[in-house]
């Protein structure tokens, strides 16, 4: 790293701050509202949306997870950005129209108005939860791996100053400073991927390297860029497994969905989640490809490329979830560097600023003000705010223990399998709760609390087995449930979360709906759609169909 890169980073840095300032400043005045604070004001536009479900969800353990999934030959990790296109065409069409004419707030507040209370308070919990121990934990490792690597710095320092700082920007601002940041922040690193896999390229030589490379060194040649052919991510699991725990992520996370809540109505909603479709396509060709480029390089020109030396310690370790920064510190110029390093710092803070306004909206709304209902606006405004610094506390409290994580590679799959045993039964709660009328609160919190038994069980029972503190016989019931392929796991706790909630829903009488609006095909055709909007659902369709065959 060079002075200009220090100086590109620093103008990154003023650019975020600068533009939150501006949002800040443009509220200041005004009469505090919860609305505009947590919603952005209900009149955000299709590219606004767009871009910020891109960059709330591209972390920098994607950049770092998807990169070592490349490197390793894990190349079927990118069907889970490729699917997540597909995944956004259901939330446009489908969830949108009945989220915004039920005017809510979060998730949870959905679930209360089709089921219950206590569906409600489920989901609550849930998300607070999973929030603070995966989104905000895994960001926070993956960006000391990014400092530790390209800066040569500590874990502490830098992850220290990212987290304080985009805890502040987030805390002034709310939602609508942390989209239009996120809009500056997807593009710069769009455009440090991009830099990342040409010179990479023009590194080794051309495309035509990398194959023979990889033809001559992999183990398994054949595979390494299938899509499809992987014994990790077996076909099955990828077609049925995968999508459920899309559904759940992309389709009911309040982490995601925030996003086409700000919308100024439903047809713009719509427009930034086909917008937000296309631009999930690209983590396969920024992210995956330069992971591939690395592993190409690390067998020709640089082996021991992916090992790191701590700067405090001395320890030596070997990672390939440290291809992506091997690959900038060796390849790219001066410059350069410092764009793709202030990409991988756009990643980490747009991840952590969504989850924090998220997680602070949550607790908020379906929390605080179900406790003090006669709380005025700007209580409401600056508890929001007071939840965020929370968060940036408990994120920074959590550091110590992500360095446990650094151990070998494999970080995205991880954060994939955790997510399979959580998913599920929210998943099959939203869909049947659109779908199937005659699912009532009896049966959703039934199916509710046994997948997230099922689901936690099979991690505890997971990681005792991994530490050998007991000894599992695969020819048993639990046995095969917790050898089980983590997609098929969240297919068999889907299956069984659905049969549940019709079962139980059965025993018990109807539910009253007058709280909702119509059903999904009647919300659709009430939202307005264009010729337009059609036009591009099917060229993305066949975009994604066109990797899929082109990959296999």
């Known amino acids: 790293m060079q002075s200009l890169d220090y100086v590109i980073i620093g103008i990154y840095f003023l650019l975020i701050f600068g533009i939150a300032a501006w949002v800040t400043r443009s509220q200041r ?21 767009g871009a910020s479900l891109f960059a709330s969800n591209i972390g920098s353990e994607h950049l770092i997870g998807l990169s070592g999934a490349g490197a390793r030959g894990a190349f079927p990790e990118a069907q889970f950005e490729i699917l997540a296109a597909l995944i956004l065409l259901l939330l446009g069409w489908v969830f949108v129209p009945f989220y915004l004419r039920s005017g809510v707030y979060t998730m949870p507040e959905f679930l209360e108005k089709r089921y219950n ?43 220290i100053i990212t987290v304080v700082a985009t805890g502040i920007y987030t805390v002034l601002g709310g939602l609508k400073a942390v989209i239009y940041t996120d809009m500056i922040q997807s ?29 001559d060194n992999a183990p398994e040649a054949d595979t390494f860029m299938s899509l499809w052919r992987n014994k990790d991510y077996p076909w099955t699991g990828v077609l049925l497994g995968a999508p459920i725990l899309g559904v759940w992520y992309w389709c009911t996370d309040q982490f995601i969905v925030q996003r086409v809540l700000s919308a100024k109505d439903i047809p713009t909603a719509r427009k930034g989640t086909i917008f937000g479709g296309f631009l999930k396509l690209l983590p396969l060709f ?30 030596v370790r070997s990672t390939t979830d440290a291809a992506l920064p091997a690959l900038i510190l060796k ?52 508890i929001g705010r007071i939840a965020t610094g929370v968060l940036v506390l408990i994120g920074l409290a959590w550091i110590p223990f992500m360095r446990t994580l650094t151990e070998g590679g494999g970080i995205y799959k991880y954060l994939q399998s955790v997510q399979a045993y959580i998913s599920p039964p929210i ?57 089980m392929n983590f997609l098929h796991y969240a297919i068999f706790l889907f299956v069984i979360s659905i049969a549940i909630m019709v079962l139980v ?30 036009l591009w659902t099917v060229l993305l369709i066949m975009a994604v169909i066109a990797l899929w065959l082109y990959f296999y």
Do not use: C, H
């Not at 490329?305 to 405090?312: G, H, K, Q, R, V």
């Open 331 to 382: 390849e790219m110029p001066t410059g350069i560097k410092g764009l793709i390093v202030a990409g991988f710092l756009a990643a980490l803070m747009s991840s952590l600023s969504s989850v924090f306004n998220s997680t602070s909206t949550l607790f908020t709304i379906d929390f605080y003000q179900k406790w003090r209902p006669n709380a005025s606006e700007k209580e409401l405004v600056n």
């Open 117 to 159: 209370r206590g569906a409600r308070s489920y989901l609550s919990v849930i998300s607070i939860i999973s929030y603070v121990l995966t989104k905000i934990s895994f960001t926070i490792f993956a960006g000391a791996l990014v400092f530790e690597v390209l800066l040569g710095i500590p874990f502490w320092t830098g992850a």
């Open 29 to 49: 005045g005004k009469k505090a509202d919860s609305l505009v604070y947590f919603l952005g004001g209900f009149n955000l536009g299709w590219f606004a949306i």
């Open 187 to 215: 593009l710069i690193f769009i455009l440090g991927g991009i830099a990342a896999t040409w010179f990479g390229l023009e590194a080794i030589g051309g495309w035509d390297k990398v194959i023979i490379a990889i033809e």
């Open 505 to 534: 829903s059965l025993r018990y009488p109807s539910p009253n709906l007058d709280s909702m609006e119509g059903d999904p095909q009647s919300a659709v055709l009430k939202s307005g759609y264009t010729k337009t909007d059609l």
């Open 286 to 315: 920024i992210f995956v490809f330069p992971g591939i480029i690395a592993y190409a390089l690390s067998v020709t020109e640089f082996p021991g490329l992916f090992t790191i030396e701590n700067p405090l310690t001395g320890e």
């Open 427 to 483: 998943a099959a709660a939203f869909l049947l709760g659109i779908f199937y009328k005659r699912i009532n609160g009896q049966g959703a919190l039934a199916a509710l609390w046994t997948g997230f038994v099922l689901g936690i069980g099979r991690l505890v029972l997971e990681f005792l087995a991994q530490q050998q503190s007991i000894v599992i016989d695969s020819n048993t019931l639990i046995g095969s449930l917790v050898s």
